[in-house]
């Protein structure tokens, strides 16, 4: 198994409030992903990273922002949350040379209220 | 980016073969050819890679016709566990200078008692 978390796994919270979705891998993966899914719908890569200190806007614009200080860590952040940002986000890692064999975390559910 | 296109839905009984098939017309030399699958309320996992001809592990076999054009995802005696979404992708694994993993929106397969 891949060894990948999220937390929270759930978060209901109220519009205008800044949170955090935490992201952590243990493999030393150098690429960090963060993709965007809501229920029944495609995913949408929305941030990703090649390593420590880069970080790229992917193909759906979004109004986090993601940070990577440490290989293993790969937070996301929502500075003022709105109804609109009600989804399920997830988290994926990969070696450098594998973009295409990439690990998913088990996501977090965030519903803004 | 190679486009592919796969049916957007299938169904299946118990203990029946499914082959799913994904058309890739303009894949580039370069490419390999990933099939992802998600359960519902999950993150995708990787099944299978290959560039040509077949692949094979302990979950499915990949089928790739020498011009590459399309491919297919082979289940054997799929169960109700297998019913889920299946993503194809094609890109080059090696890519570091710009992120072109677009998951699409998938095969959503029906398996069926």
């Known amino acids: 198994e891949a060894d990948i978390y999220q937390t929270p796994r759930y978060l209901v919270i109220g519009t205008g409030k800044k949170i955090t979705l935490e992201c952590s891998q243990t493999m030393g993966h150098d690429k960090m992903y963060w993709y965007q899914q809501d229920p029944g719908m495609e995913l949408h890569l929305i941030h990703y990273s090649y390593g420590v200190n880069s970080t790229e806007k992917g193909d759906l614009s979004s109004e986090s922002t993601v940070s990577r200080i440490r290989t293993e860590h790969f937070p996301l952040t929502l500075e003022s949350a709105r109804p609109s940002h009600t989804s399920q986000y997830l988290c994926?890692?990969?070696?450098?040379?594998?973009?295409?064999?990439?690990?998913f975390g088990p996501g977090t559910r965030l519903t803004v209220t | 980016l190679a486009k592919t296109t796969q049916p957007i839905s299938m169904d299946s009984y118990e203990g029946q073969e499914v082959n799913i098939t994904c058309s890739h017309n303009?894949?580039?030399?370069?490419?390999?050819i990933t099939w992802y699958q998600q359960f519902p309320s999950q993150g995708p996992r990787f099944i299978i890679q290959?560039?040509?001809t077949k692949v094979t592990n302990e979950v499915a076999s990949l089928f790739i016709p020498a011009d590459r054009k399309s491919s297919t995802l082979s289940l054997p005696r799929v169960s109700l566990s297998d019913t889920a979404v299946y993503y194809c992708l094609v890109g080059a694994p090696r890519d570091n200078y710009g992120q072109n993993f677009v998951f699409g929106p998938g095969t959503r397969l029906s398996v069926l008692p």
């Open positions: 303009n894949i580039a030399t370069n490419d390999y």
């Open positions: 290959g560039y040509k």
């Open positions: 994926a890692s990969s070696l450098k040379g594998s973009s295409y064999e990439q690990y």
